[in-house]
């Protein structure tokens, strides 16, 4: 098989994952899209689990498979997927997600009939009965794609997340890909940021994957942690990119009660009402994280 008849790049970027990556795995083999056109790149940092053998075992007819490994963080596995992508498209699995079975070709077709969109985002689908973090956290995504309010802490408008988006590598590399020296999360919004400013669309699709988020408030509070260490950088580099006030505990506390009637209109459940306890306390490990890569001279 020639790269040349490759049209969409899957770019799995993967640590210690094992209990996890088959659901993933067995949602990308069993797509609609034909695998003859589909590459999966697999960028695994050093796991020391079997996620790599389970990803190998499972792969069915999934023929154009490469694995790398990287020590060096998210933004530079990403990078890698960029810069060794033979097709035209690249859409981001994580080790988290399971894809609808029409995700990758009603993707690419969006993309061919909208030349001018650069990213384009796809939906979450509701995903409860993981323990109360994990369903406060889905149940955001769930009411921010059905509701229309996926919309980032940002100046310049809506910045969509590498999970499940599809990226013309076209406006990828025209920007540079994505910056190798983020120690943290948020490289996919920064690098949308400069999509964005090279005059590329931005958007969402209808199409919908499922994630599993945190199962625990301790995860939860390192994982928002993380986030702030990469806004930090952010904020450094391209300070439009990022509003710090709606970042704040307080803007958290009211974008979780502006959410929480979608959220029980979407299930019934009157728990999700405490969604602006769980938007306080993630914005709170995020302004936490920013303080800590700040005081440690991190982004400057």
């Given at each position: 098989?020639t790269?040349?008849?490759?049209?969409?790049?899957?770019?799995?970027?993967?640590?210690?994952?094992?209990?996890?990556?088959?659901?993933?795995?067995?949602?990308?083999?069993?797509?609609?899209?034909p695998?003859?056109?589909?590459?999966?790149?697999?960028?695994?940092g050093?796991?020391?689990?079997?996620?790599?053998k389970?990803?190998?075992k499972?792969?069915?007819?999934?023929?154009n498979?490469k694995?790398?490994?990287?020590?060096?963080?998210?933004?530079?596995?990403r990078?890698?997927?960029v810069?060794?992508?033979s097709g035209?498209y690249?859409?981001?699995?994580?080790?988290d997600m399971?894809?609808?079975k029409?995700y990758?070709k009603?993707?690419?077709r969006?993309?061919?009939?909208?030349?001018?969109v650069g990213?384009?985002?796809?939906?979450?689908?509701?995903?409860?009965?993981?323990?109360?973090?994990?369903?406060?956290?889905?149940?955001?995504n769930?009411?921010?794609s059905?509701?229309?309010?996926?919309?980032?802490?940002?100046?310049?408008?809506?910045?969509p997340?590498?999970?499940?988006?599809?990226?013309?590598?076209?406006?990828?590399?025209?920007?540079?890909?994505?910056?190798?020296?983020?120690?943290?999360?948020?490289?996919?919004?920064e690098m949308?940021?400069?999509?964005?400013?090279?005059g590329?669309?931005?958007?969402?699709t209808k199409?919908?994957?499922?994630e599993?988020?945190?199962?625990s408030?301790?995860?939860?509070?390192?994982?928002?942690?993380?986030?702030?260490?990469?806004?930090?950088?952010?904020?450094?580099?391209?300070?439009?990119?990022?509003?710090?006030?709606?970042?704040?505990?307080p803007?958290?506390?009211?974008?979780?009660?502006?959410?929480?009637?979608?959220?029980?209109?979407l299930?019934?459940?009157?728990?999700?009402?405490?969604?602006?306890?769980?938007?306080?306390y993630?914005?709170?490990?995020?302004?936490?994280?920013?303080?800590?890569?700040?005081?440690?001279?991190?982004?400057?």
């Amino acid at each position: 098989m020639t790269s040349e008849s490759i049209v969409v790049t899957v770019g799995l970027c993967v640590k210690n994952a094992e209990s996890i990556i088959k659901k993933a795995i067995d949602s990308l083999r069993n797509q609609s899209f034909p695998a003859d056109k589909t590459e999966l790149i697999v960028v695994d940092g050093n796991s020391t689990d079997n996620t790599l053998k389970i990803i190998k075992k499972n792969l069915g007819n999934l023929r154009n498979v490469k694995v790398y490994s990287e020590s060096s963080g998210l933004g530079f596995a990403r990078q890698m997927v960029v810069e060794k992508a033979s097709g035209k498209y690249i859409v981001w699995l994580d080790a988290d997600m399971t894809l609808s079975k029409d995700y990758l070709k009603n993707q690419v077709r969006f993309m061919d009939a909208h030349p001018e969109v650069g990213i384009a985002g796809g939906n979450y689908r509701v995903n409860m009965g993981h323990g109360l973090a994990a369903d406060l956290e889905n149940i955001v995504n769930a009411v921010d794609s059905v509701y229309g309010q996926r919309r980032s802490a940002s100046k310049f408008g809506y910045l969509p997340g590498a999970e499940g988006a599809i990226y013309r590598v076209e406006a990828v590399r025209q920007v540079g890909g994505f910056d190798t020296r983020i120690n943290g999360a948020a490289e996919d919004t920064e690098m949308a940021y400069r999509v964005c400013a090279k005059g590329w669309g931005l958007t969402t699709t209808k199409e919908w994957f499922t994630e599993s988020t945190r199962g625990s408030w301790q995860s939860l509070w390192k994982q928002y942690f993380w986030y702030g260490r990469g806004g930090h950088f952010i904020f450094h580099k391209n300070p439009n990119a990022l509003n710090l006030i709606q970042m704040s505990p307080p803007a958290g506390f009211i974008a979780g009660i502006l959410r929480s009637p979608g959220a029980y209109l979407l299930t019934h459940n009157k728990r999700f009402f405490l969604l602006p306890v769980h938007y306080m306390y993630k914005r709170l490990a995020w302004f936490f994280g920013f303080c800590d890569a700040h005081l440690n001279g991190y982004g400057h």
